[in-house]
C-alpha cells in the first residue's frame, strides 16, 4: 500500500483536476456503465472496461475499499440512443428468431468471456436492467411527485425546461438548453412530449413490443437513462464518489443520470465524473453503429480484414494503457505490433525480477547516485499514477526502472550498490505495478516452463558437447515459437521474443 498519496482526477464535471478526497474515505462507490447486451464486445468496449478495471486497481492499491459497480443493460437502449425506435436487444432477437434473454445472456457471458482474457477484475455488483424493474418505477414515481416528469398516453417523460427552472441540464457535458431547443424539431407535431429536449422515464409498449411491464401507467418499459440512476443509487447511495463511462455517454446518458438524481435525491449522483476518450480507426469513432469495428475476439484470432495478425489479450489491455484514457487512441497495425513488443519487454522483465536474488558482497559500497536514481524513478511512477491515472507516463517510468533491473540480471551493475533496501523496494515496486496496478500477466500455455526447462538443459549439454547442429536446431525451434535462448557468462536462460 502506498501512503501519502495526493491523487488527482480530471473532474468532467468541474473541468479540473480535483484533488480525490473520498465521501467516507477509506470506502469508495465507483459506479461504470457497462455494455448493452446485442454484440460481441469490441475494442471500443475494451477501453472503459481496462480503465475503470486500472482506476479500480489503484485506488485499492491506495488502501481503499472500492465497491465497483458495474451494470449490464439488457432492455431499454433503443436505436441510435433515442426515445423512438426498437429495442436493440429485441431487433436482435427478432433477427435470431431467440427469446430476447438467449441474446442477453448470450452477449453477457461473452462480454465475460473477453473480460476474463483482458484479465479485468470482476466489479462487485454486476446489476442488469431487467433484474430492477420495480426501483423503475419508483424513480418515475418520486420524480413525477416533485412536479418534474408527465404522463402521456402511458409513457412518461422527464420535463427538462421545468428542471432547468431551479437546476442547469446540460453542466456536465456545456450544452446549452436554448441551443438544445433551438436545434431540435419535432416532427409535424406528432410528438407527445411537451418539448423535443424531454426525455422518456418510461414508454407505452406496442402490442408487437417483445420486452415489457406492467406499471402505473399501463405496459411498457423503462428509459435507457433510468436504470443507472436506479441501480447506482441502491447499491451505492443517493451520492457515491465516483461515475465513469466512455466520453460518448457524456450526453445525453449522463446528463440525463445528473437531472434524474437532482430531480429524487436533491443532489449530484457522483463527486467526481471520469470520461474515456474513444478509439478510432482513421479519425473516425469505433462503434457498432457505424460498422467499423473490430470484435476483441477478432483481434485475438486475427479474423479481420483490418487486422495483419492476431494480438494476445495482454497486447490489447498494454496498447490501451500506453495512451492516458482522456486520449483518443487511433488503432493501427503497427501501434499494435508496437505494444506487442513492449508488453513482451515488460514481461520479460517480469520474469527477471522475481527470479533476482540480493546478495550481499562485501567488497561493494552503496553507489548513492544509483540509489537515489532508482528511488527517484519510483517517484516519477507513482506521481503519473497520482496525476489523473496517467498509465502512460507509469509505463515510461516502469522501463526506466528495468533498465536498472536489467543492469543487475546482465552483471552489469551489483544489486549492493543499490543496498537492500532499495534493491527490494525496485523489485517490488515492479512487479507491483506490472501485475497489481496495470494489470499484466504472463501468457503461456500450460507446462511452458517444465518443457522449457528440459529443452534448455538438452541444449546446455549440446553446448557442452560442442554438438553445434542440435544448439542450432533447438535455438532455432524456439524461435519459431516467440522464445529467445540467452547465452549468459554463468547461465542459459530465455525470453520472449520482442
Not at 107 to 123: C, E, G, Q, V, W
Not at 155 to 171: A, C
Not at 181 to 196: M, P, T
Not at 279 to 295: D, V, Y
Request: a negative charge; glycine letters at 8%; charged letters at 25%.
Amino acid at each position: 500500500m502506498k501512503q501519502n498519496s495526493q491523487l488527482k482526477i480530471y473532474n468532467t464535471l468541474s473541468r479540473t483536476k480535483e484533488i480525490f478526497e473520498p465521501l467516507s474515505p477509506p470506502f469508495v462507490g465507483m459506479y461504470v456503465c457497462g455494455p448493452t447486451v446485442y454484440g460481441d464486445a469490441h475494442l471500443g468496449h475494451g477501453r472503459p472496461a481496462i480503465t475503470f478495471d486500472t482506476v479500480n486497481r489503484y485506488l485499492t492499491h491506495l488502501g481503499m475499499k472500492v465497491r465497483y459497480v458495474r451494470n449490464i443493460t439488457d432492455v431499454g437502449h433503443l436505436q441510435g440512443d433515442a426515445d423512438e425506435g426498437e429495442d436493440k436487444i429485441a431487433k436482435k432477437a427478432k433477427l435470431e428468431q431467440l427469446e430476447p434473454m438467449e441474446v442477453a445472456q448470450q452477449y453477457t457471458d461473452s462480454y465475460h468471456r473477453d473480460m476474463l482474457a483482458l484479465n479485468t477484475i470482476k466489479p462487485s455488483i454486476e446489476p442488469r436492467a431487467t433484474g430492477h424493474i420495480p426501483e423503475q418505477i419508483a424513480l418515475v414515481q418520486a420524480i413525477m411527485h416533485e412536479g418534474l416528469a408527465y404522463e402521456v398516453n402511458g409513457s412518461v417523460y422527464f420535463d427538462v425546461l421545468k428542471y432547468n427552472e431551479t437546476q442547469k441540464y446540460g453542466k456536465l457535458s456545456g450544452r446549452v438548453l436554448e441551443e438544445l431547443i433551438s436545434g431540435s424539431r419535432d416532427l409535424d407535431g406528432q410528438s407527445e412530449k411537451r418539448n423535443a429536449v424531454d426525455f422518456a422515464l418510461w414508454k407505452n409498449a406496442a402490442p408487437e413490443h417483445l420486452m415489457k411491464w406492467e406499471s402505473p401507467w399501463g405496459v411498457g418499459f423503462p428509459g435507457w437513462h433510468l436504470e443507472c440512476t436506479a441501480m447506482s443509487s441502491k447499491y451505492l447511495g443517493k451520492q457515491f464518489d465516483i461515475h465513469g463511462g466512455g466520453m460518448d455517454l457524456m450526453f445525453p446518458h449522463h446528463e440525463c443520470e445528473i437531472a434524474q438524481g437532482n430531480a429524487c435525491n436533491h443532489q449530484d449522483p457522483a463527486k467526481y465524473w471520469m470520461h474515456n476518450n474513444m478509439i478510432t480507426i482513421n479519425g473516425q469513432k469505433m462503434g457498432k453503429s457505424l460498422g467499423n469495428f473490430i470484435t476483441l475476439q477478432e483481434l485475438f484470432t486475427g479474423e479481420h480484414d483490418l487486422l495483419e495478425q492476431a494480438y494476445s489479450p495482454m497486447t490489447i489491455r498494454y496498447f490501451i494503457l500506453t495512451a492516458h484514457y482522456r486520449s483518443t487512441l487511433d488503432f493501427s497495425n503497427d501501434a499494435l505490433r508496437a505494444a506487442q513488443k513492449g508488453c513482451k519487454k515488460i514481461i520479460n522483465g517480469l520474469r527477471i525480477a522475481k527470479g533476482l536474488v540480493f546478495e550481499v558482497n562485501q567488497n561493494e559500497e552503496v553507489d548513492q547516485k544509483q540509489a537515489e536514481q532508482v528511488e527517484q524513478i519510483i517517484t516519477n511512477a507513482y506521481r503519473a499514477m497520482d496525476d489523473d491515472f496517467n498509465t502512460a507516463q507509469a509505463i515510461g517510468h516502469l522501463f526506466n526502472l528495468l533498465k536498472k533491473i536489467n543492469s543487475i540480471y546482465t552483471g552489469q551493475l551489483n544489486a549492493s550498490h543499490l543496498g537492500k533496501e532499495v534493491f527490494e523496494k525496485m523489485i517490488n515496486t515492479f512487479v507491483v505495478f506490472v501485475e497489481d496496478i496495470l494489470g499484466l500477466k504472463e501468457e503461456k500455455p500450460d507446462h511452458q516452463e517444465g518443457l522449457l526447462n528440459v529443452l534448455l538443459k538438452i541444449y546446455a549439454d549440446a553446448k557442452l558437447a560442442k554438438n553445434y547442429s542440435k544448439v542450432d536446431e533447438i535455438r532455432g525451434a524456439l524461435k519459431e515459437m516467440g522464445i529467445i535462448v540467452k547465452d549468459m557468462k554463468d547461465k542459459i536462460d530465455w525470453a520472449y521474443e520482442e
